[in-house]
Nanobody, 124 residues
Framework: QVQLVESGGGLVQAGGSLRLSCAAS????????MGWFRRAPGKDREFVAA????????NYGDSVKGRFTISRDNAKNTVYLQMNSLKPEDTAVYYC?????????????????WGQGTQVTVSS
């Protein structure tokens, strides 16, 4: 069974940066488009960014476009999310998963079970 593991979150002041990483056990990412999602307290899961299997295409949610960059290194079986100019509204638990379409559909639930996510907290 695939287990997704997100890391790199933390506490940062507004305007700061973080780099998240996503890895998986039991599966390689190479053949899959991958996405980042987030869930803030009291809110539904929100699409953040996605990247095609070979990194040639990326998509971003409107709220993060221009600030976040998704990338991948298939040789390392890792997907990244570089987050710059962080805002308090970016505070959420961030998750990764394989996605069926680019960009993910509103009801995208990922191919694999969701991991624990990594907490990102942005202070004012």
């Amino acid at each position: 069974q695939v287990q997704l593991v997100e890391s790199g979150g933390g506490l940062v002041q507004a305007g700061g940066s973080l780099r998240l990483s996503c890895a998986a056990s039991g599966r390689t990412f190479g053949g899959y488009a991958m996405g980042w999602f987030r869930r803030a307290p009291g809110k539904d899961r929100e699409f953040v960014a996605a990247i095609s299997w070979n990194g040639g295409t990326t998509n971003y949610g409107d709220s993060v476009k221009g600030r976040f960059t998704i990338s991948r290194d298939n040789a390392k079986n890792t997907v990244y999310l570089q987050m710059n100019s962080l805002k308090p509204e970016d505070t959420a638990v961030y998750y990764c998963n394989a996605v069926a379409t680019m960009p993910p559909r509103p009801n995208e639930n990922g191919y694999w079970p969701w991991g624990q996510g990594t907490q990102v907290t942005v202070s004012s």
